[in-house]
């Protein structure tokens, strides 16, 4: 399948690793020039070596200026922006009766404030061009709270709030606003979170890793490449009917509809 995305510039937030990695990755092999991103300037620039039209933006997003700063490289590099993926670190574990104002603020500045920046430097030209494609990376927290993940919990439905919102928007201008959720994907983050859990419960990460694939009704883990083809899609030319849509990558471990 044609996804009609060729040529098209795609800044990839956090995509020196995890799903960002996969998701840059996916956009590439369907004909995009990307814009790698991170703090790591070696992996960023090995990355970026190995995917065609590919170039580096060391950048740390969640500084103040620091998604301008990113933008104007890489617009400087490779064009305008047409495909804009937020993706960012998950904030630590923790319980919502010990969340505090600090731990509250964090999961603002953390999971919106980067993602806002971002979105506020591209938005404007994929308006005046009337094509652009902004797909957030989220969580099933999003769709039903996951436990002792309080500050991820709060701070991704804020920025599901405001990219829904947004959506509406911008739609009369051919611009779609996404998130793709994922479940458990078999990527660094998910095995600290099995980590911590292990850790807090006092048992092994094989328990809990079997727990969590009980729960789901695929009975495994995603691969980051499956949550990559998903989002590339969402990326696509063939999905511009698609907008405001939070779609789960999760194996159907999320029950509701």
């Not at 309080?150 to 996404?178: F, W």
């Not at 959720?181 to 979170?193: F, K, Q, S, W």
């Not at 980051?224 to 899609?233: I, S």
């Amino acid at each position: 399948m044609d996804l009609g995305i060729t040529g098209k510039t795609a800044f990839v937030a956090a995509s020196t690793g995890g799903l960002g990695l996969a998701v840059a990755q996916a956009l590439a092999a369907e004909g995009a020039r990307v814009a790698i991103t991170g703090r790591r300037r070696e992996r960023a620039e090995q990355i970026a070596a190995s995917l065609p039209g590919a170039v580096a933006i060391v950048a740390d997003l969640a500084e103040p200026g620091g998604a301008d700063l990113a933008v104007d490289r890489a617009e400087q590099l490779l064009g305008p922006i047409d495909i804009a993926v937020l993706n960012g670190p998950g904030p630590k574990p923790g319980a919502a009766a010990a969340l505090g104002p600090d731990e509250l603020a964090s999961a603002f500045d953390l999971l919106v404030r980067p993602h806002h920046a971002l979105v506020s430097r591209v938005l404007p030209g994929m308006r005046e061009r009337r094509w652009g494609r902004v797909l957030a990376v989220g969580s099933s927290g999003v769709a039903a709270p996951l436990p002792n993940l309080a500050v991820s919990n709060t701070g991704r439905a804020a920025l599901a709030g405001y990219l829904k919102t947004l959506a509406a928007e911008v739609a009369l201008d051919s611009v779609t606003v996404n998130l793709l959720l994922p479940g458990r994907i078999a990527t660094e983050r998910v095995a600290e979170l099995d980590c911590a859990a292990a850790k807090r419960r006092g048992v092994s990460v094989d328990e809990i890793q079997l727990e969590s694939r009980k729960t789901i009704p695929a009975r495994r883990y995603g691969t980051p490449a499956e949550f990559g083809a998903a989002a590339a899609f969402l990326c696509s030319a063939g999905a511009s009917y698609i907008t405001g849509v939070a779609l789960r990558c999760d194996g159907g471990l999320i029950r509701s509809l």
